[in-house]
Nanobody, 126 residues
Framework: QVQLVESGGGLVQAGGSLRVSCTAS????????MGWFRQAPGKEREFEAA???????FYADSVKGRFTISRDNAKNTVYLQMNSLKPEDTAVYYC????????????????????WGQGTQVTVST
């Protein structure tokens, strides 16, 4: 079992940057592949970024080149650095933990994740 708590959301102008964090408690953080999803009003929750236990990363096309996912196992935390933000990035951002086997495995589907945080709101104004 792992519990996830996101923080760092807020209001930012278009073109600005924001970093959201997700801190885990419970079972050893380093044993999980991690990911970030987002859900805009009236839309389904969508995959944005994933990081494997080894530190390998994968991004959705919509955020590639603008967002960076990273993890600090010593702090039980995964980060999502968001640059060049656009109004269409406005959403609730959720972190998630996956027990998908494999040190290099990346989880990109919602059903690969068994643990979710409560979400943090990110709003990008024009």
């Amino acid at each position: 079992q792992v519990q996830l708590v996101e923080s760092g959301g807020g209001l930012v102008q278009a073109g600005g940057s924001l970093r959201v964090s997700c801190t885990a408690s419970g079972r050893a953080f380093s044993t999980y592949a991690m990911g970030w999803f987002r859900q805009a009003p009236g839309k389904e929750r969508e995959f944005e970024a994933a990081i494997s236990r080894s530190g390998g990363t994968f991004y959705a096309d919509s955020v590639k080149g603008r967002f960076t996912i990273s993890r600090d196992n010593a702090k039980n935390t995964v980060y999502l650095q968001m640059n060049s933000l656009k109004p269409e990035d406005t959403a609730v951002y959720y972190c998630a933990a996956s027990t998908k086997p494999g040190y290099y495995a990346l989880a990109v589907r919602r059903d690969e994740y068994g643990y979710w945080g409560q979400g943090t709101q990110v709003t990008v104004s024009t």
